[in-house]
């Protein structure tokens, strides 16, 4: 089995990830934070560039895409720290709705038209869901992400955590990109003792350990993707697995690049803080860390994931 994206897979990131380069700068986070966090145009970019109808069945007006290619996409918003709940409404929920046969806001979700935001017991407050869930508004450490307590329980049902799960997970693959990005390009021109801290060895070796941890990341988050795709039987602790690597990577690349930056890598002046401040948000989204570990020690000690190299290998 081939395991690696096609070009159509990886143009499609690459188009994304051009076209928010270009659109959703710092100079527009800064613009979001201080007039509201969010803007009708950025809206309709996303949508015209179809990204809303991505998951959608054609049969619905959409694309018909899978998974694996929203998780590439939700990475590229990651890295762009995108403000806009497009990874909420069009590659957590369209999916649930598909597959429990609720198709009669597909349309007006791929259009542009309707946001859905989904409660779960793990998550129970929801991103731009005032209309939809009136209840308690909550002030989250990211500026950016307008939250909702849901008075009710919200949902239990796995799957809905899994893809919530697993879109966090790619959304912290593409900021700790971003960061290290960040870490490294201020390491080139902030001198120190006459050189660059970037050529001293001390730094260099956290700034690769962090370039370690996301890209091993990558391929417990692909791998999920693809399980969550067939439905595999082992597909949510596959996530979980993802979940946790993906936190892992993006709080050890958001706590090196603060250092890299110095005692201004806290403060509001410097960029990098838009991108850990979601990092930190996103860490605790649809299960924190030891949620998903549970879910991987009960797999593995429980018996249910078969493990060893005649299963690694088969």
Known sequence: MDFRFTDDQLTLAETVRDYLAGTHGPEVLRRLDSEGNRDP?????????GLTALLVPEEHGGLG????EAALIATECGRACLAEPLVDTAFVAVPWLVRRGETAELGAI??????????HVLNPWVA????????QLLQSVDPLRNLVMFPASGSADPHLLDLGALMSAAQLVGLAEAMLHQATEYAKVRTQFGQPVGAFQG?????ASCAVAVEFAKPALWRAAGALECLSSNASVHVSHAKVMATDAA??????????HGAMGYTYEVDLHFWMKRAWALAGAWGDRACHLKRIDQAVIGGTLPIGPEHTFA
């Open 251 to 260: 709080i050890q690349t958001a706590e090196t690049a603060i250092q890299v």
């Open 65 to 68: 895409l899978g998974l694996v």
């Open 110 to 119: 791929a259009a542009g038209t309707r946001k859905v935001a989904l409660p």
């Open 203 to 207: 730094l260099k070796h956290q700034l």
């Open 128 to 135: 731009d869901g005032a209309d939809e869930f009136p209840g």
């Open 41 to 49: 145009a950025i809206w309709q970019g996303l949508v015209d560039m």
